[in-house]
């Protein structure tokens, strides 16, 4: 069954805006990630984030976590034209390990 | 080099027919899964292989057999092919640790059932 549920589920900026999304789970997790799909392609991992740890940077990603409201968040700073993609969060569930994916955020970022 | 392969990338087939897709991953991970991403880009595990041993086997048709002849290869087996089996089918592999399982795709096989 689905985990995650991002929000919102379609988005579109202005190239140099920040965009942000979000993600909801249900179970109690090991850890949380962030996937991104360029159109026709595999999923590509961007960052990880542990249950114990509430924010993490890579680049111009900004990830928060929240296990009391069992949320996250992806923030993409100054967003470029090749930032265009879907945008997957995907939760490794404590009992068992198992990573389940999000219906996932499509974003497009205009010139 | 290509991390993780799958062949083919596009397949069209007959319903009825059988088909097989292959997976290699050159990166010495332990671990190897298929996923299925549907047209609303859900994409739900099937499958997944440790060490050649099946960990994970979600509710998934049994025209579906995986086959892993060792740990860099899984390969996916479909009988009697259904309409609804069209999707693209992912591979994808893990070193198994605690407090990790950060994936590889692979770019994926685009199935389209006739």
């Known amino acids: 069954s689905q985990q995650g549920e991002e929000d919102p589920q379609a988005l579109s900026i202005q190239e140099g805006e920040n965009a942000t999304m979000n993600c909801s789970y249900k179970?109690?997790?090991?850890?949380l990630q962030w996937y991104r799909q360029n159109s026709g392609r595999g999923l590509v991992h961007l960052i990880l984030?542990?249950?114990?740890?509430r924010e993490k940077h890579s680049g111009r990603l900004r990830v928060t976590l929240d296990t009391s409201k069992k949320s996250s968040s992806l923030l993409i700073t100054a967003s470029r034209a090749a930032d265009t993609a879907s945008y997957f969060c995907a939760t490794v569930a404590s009992k068992d390990y198992k990573l389940s994916f999000g219906a996932g955020t499509t974003v497009t970022v205009r010139a | 080099d290509t991390a993780v392969s799958q062949t083919p990338k596009y397949l069209v087939t007959q319903m009825g027919n059988d088909k097989s897709i292959k997976c290699e991953q050159n990166?010495?991970?332990?671990?190897m899964y298929w996923y299925k991403q549907d047209s609303k880009k859900f994409l739900k595990i099937m499958f997944s292989?440790?060490?050649?041993?099946?960990?994970i086997n979600e509710t998934v048709p049994n025209r579906f057999s995986p086959k892993s002849p060792d740990k860099a290869h899984l390969n996916l087996h479909i009988n009697s092919l259904e309409l609804g089996d069209s999707a693209v089918y992912f591979c994808?592999?893990?070193?198994?640790?605690?407090?990790?399982?950060?994936?590889?795709f692979g770019p994926g096989t685009r199935l389209t059932v006739t």
């Open positions: 292989y440790n060490n050649k041993e099946l960990i």
């Open positions: 984030i542990r249950s114990n740890e």
């Open positions: 179970t109690s997790i090991n850890n």
């Open positions: 990166l010495g991970h332990d671990t």
């Open positions: 994808a592999s893990s070193q198994r640790q605690v407090n990790s399982y950060e994936q590889y």
